[in-house]
């Protein structure tokens, strides 16, 4: 028998089957979330929820969920008393524990006033003795904005500038001109900015020349929601008389505006 000076072969005996019993309570222990990602609006309260299988009382454990950092969590339940010390400070008085279902594993969280920046992935992580175990969570903010609005300037040399302006989105939105036949029409720039609120206002212009369409529209499209709302200009008929037949005479091409052509598509500028 090999001896190892200053190590008692009994006690890595009885460390190795405390590894095992472990490893056992382990295996017994499962911590799921839901299967889909949670969506909320802006403004709207969102519940967070995780499950530990088999089911069990979690009252004498602790429960902690966070978005970026353990050691910063947005809130933690430790046997059954909320510890608010290490709690994020943007997220007191914005959550609430729900104690419904504690007695069978089933935790939740309810965010209150969901904004912007609570938007991401969360973990729910349990701590039970020498046991740990978590699952993560996705939580989807959005938002609709205003209908957007579209104001008319010229006709000048180069033609009629339209200008398609909205707020209050999340997240980014797509925004696309069309014509009457719900053709897609290229535009000269579009610029995105996020307000302090996490908000998106856009701006886009489109130009046209020689214009005959009796209409014009522009869309604003929330890709999370999957809803969009949108406004139409009509183009007075003197205008139509003086410009004939539109097109889109205008769009970014490396830094500068390339000839006019007439083209389909989309243009995105980002800022």
């Known amino acids: 028998m090999v001896d190892f000076p200053g190590y008692n072969l009994s006690g ?10 472990t490893m056992k309570q382990s295996e ?30 979690t009252m004498h454990m602790e429960v902690r969920w966070y978005c970026s950092e353990p050691s910063t969590p947005v809130f933690v339940h430790r046997a059954g008393v909320e510890v608010t010390e290490m709690q994020m400070e943007e997220y007191r008085g914005q959550v609430e524990w729900i104690e419904n279902g504690i007695a069978k594993g089933n935790v939740a969280l309810k965010i209150h006033n969901i904004q912007p920046s609570d938007n991401g992935q969360y973990w729910c992580h349990f701590q039970d003795g020498n046991y740990c175990g978590e699952t993560s969570l996705l939580l989807k903010v959005a938002d609709l904005g205003s209908a957007p609005n579209i104001h008319m300037e010229g006709p000048g040399e180069s033609g009629v500038q339209l200008v398609c302006t909205t707020r209050g989105w999340f997240p980014e939105p797509q925004v696309y001109w069309e014509d009457i036949q719900g053709e897609k029409l290229l535009a000269v720039s579009e610029h995105h900015i996020q307000d ?22 522009c869309l604003v499209h929330n890709p999370v929601l999957t809803e969009e709302k949108g406004s139409v200009i009509s ?9 004939g037949k ?13 000839p006019p052509q007439q083209r389909e598509g989309s243009y995105h500028e980002t800022m």
């Open 235 to 243: 183009l007075p008929e003197k205008l139509q008389t003086e410009l």
């Open 28 to 57: 017994d222990f499962r911590v799921i979330g839901p299967a889909h990602p949670i969506l909320a609006r802006v403004g709207e309260d969102a519940l967070l929820t995780c499950q530990l299988l088999p089911k069990r009382t």
């Open 12 to 21: 890595a005996v009885a460390s190795f089957l405390f590894i095992l019993l």
């Open 246 to 258: 539109y097109e889109v005479v205008a769009h970014t091409c490396g830094g500068s505006l390339c």
């Open 196 to 217: 302090e609120d996490g908000l998106f206002y856009v701006e886009a212009t489109l130009v046209v020349r020689n214009a005959s369409a009796e209409s014009v529209s």
